[in-house]
């Protein structure tokens, strides 16, 4: 596969990742290994050459549909006119898959999303 090079000062591919009220909870979503999940993202950054970058952030929004990430694009993705996206109910390991194998192929703009994930995609909270 062909990669998309880093310029010097150029942002990865972003994944922030909802722990808030409810992504990440226990009681709401029993049966996931939220954790693990976190785990497992955090891992594939670190491993990732910097060609991936991972974060967490306090509630995004739309609660009802979580776990949310939110995939936003590199800078080059961006300049492509790559957009963040937001996937939804990512409550299991294909959900991860279909979100790492996107960011491998670098992401909003540079590649598009797995079939299966754009039937997670959920819209942004209107400010
Ligand atoms: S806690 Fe994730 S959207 Fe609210």
Request: glycine share 12%; charged share 20%; hydrophobic share 35%.
């Amino acid at each position: 596969m062909s990669r998309v090079p880093i310029r010097y000062g150029a942002r990865p591919c972003s994944l922030v990742v909802c722990r808030g009220c409810c992504c990440g909870d226990a009681r709401k979503n029993p049966g996931t290994d939220h954790a693990g999940q976190l785990a497992r993202l955090r891992e594939a950054a670190a491993a990732s050459g910097g060609r991936l970058a991972v974060r967490t952030s306090d509630c995004l929004g739309p609660c009802a549909q979580g776990n949310i990430v939110v995939v936003q694009p590199s800078t080059e993705g961006r300049r492509r006119g790559g957009r963040a996206a937001w996937i939804g109910f990512t409550l299991d390991d294909d959900s991860l898959d279909a979100i790492l194998a996107w960011t491998e192929a670098g992401g909003p703009g540079i590649a598009p999303p797995p079939a299966a994930l754009t039937l997670q995609m959920v819209d942004p909270p209107k400010n």
